[in-house]
């Protein structure tokens, strides 16, 4: 009883330092625990957050050079050549795959055209849903710290507060000086897991609506693409 005495006021002792180092170090196992999670959840989610917000740039950059490109009348087999050679993503990448099984076809023995249309449609549509889980990725872990991290900091809290109402039972000292400190922890891991929380919502619906933004641009370039391969299977069959 004595040892739990001495517990309970060393729980309960006022708490000078308040900082965030302070706020940790003084707190229980078990928040301590919560609280450590919750900013490494929440320095993994800038981290993703700052990664897509370059890629989506990147990705808007790339796509407009290449619709610049290729809208400049430049022909199809010089820009597959000069593409070709190196990893390509988005329409470029895009472009490329259709592009090369358009010349197999073309160079194959039979020389055929018979489902040329529907398998380039096929190849681009594989290509696009490449892409896309490309953008993706990564996401669910915004969505899974954004919908988890204001119930883990919740539990950090309950842990705290029956930690302190158990000492204020053991000591019989209700005092706010007493219970101030001790609550006033267990307060702060709720506070932490909407701090990880709210950025990764944010961000989550944010890159949720620039990867609709980017298919949609990718399949609106197969549909006219996939036109001019038409047009130009038809002039062959005719001739």
Do not use: H
């Amino acid at each position: 009883m004595e040892a739990t005495a001495d517990l309970a006021q060393t729980a309960l002792a006022p708490v000078s330092d308040v900082s965030l180092l302070g706020l940790i170090m003084n707190a229980g196992l078990v928040v301590q625990i919560v609280m450590l999670g919750l900013m490494a959840a929440s320095v993994w989610c800038w981290a993703i957050i700052i990664d897509k917000t370059i890629l989506f740039s990147r990705s808007r950059a790339a796509m407009n050079r290449f619709e610049q490109v290729f809208w400049s009348g430049q022909s199809l087999e010089e820009l597959y050549r000069s593409l070709s050679q190196r990893q390509n993503y988005g329409m470029a990448g895009l472009f490329v795959s259709a592009m090369r099984e358009w010349k197999r076809s073309l160079e194959s023995p039979g020389r055929s055209f018979l489902g040329l249309q529907a398998r380039i449609e096929k190849v681009m549509d594989v290509s696009i849903q490449r892409e896309v889980e490309r953008l993706e990725s990564k996401l669910l872990v915004l969505a899974t710290v954004g919908s988890s991290g204001p119930f883990v900091g919740l539990f950090g809290t309950v842990i705290g507060i029956m930690t302190a109402f158990q000492s204020i039972a053991a000591t019989k000292n209700t005092s706010l000086a007493a219970v101030a400190p001790g609550i006033s922890e267990a307060l702060f891991a709720t506070a932490m897991g909407l701090v990880a929380a709210i950025p990764a919502v944010i961000a989550y619906n944010k890159f949720n609506a620039e990867v609709a933004k980017q298919q949609a641009r990718l399949e609106g370039f197969a549909d006219e693409f996939s036109a001019i391969l038409s047009r130009q299977i038809d002039e062959r069959l005719a001739a």
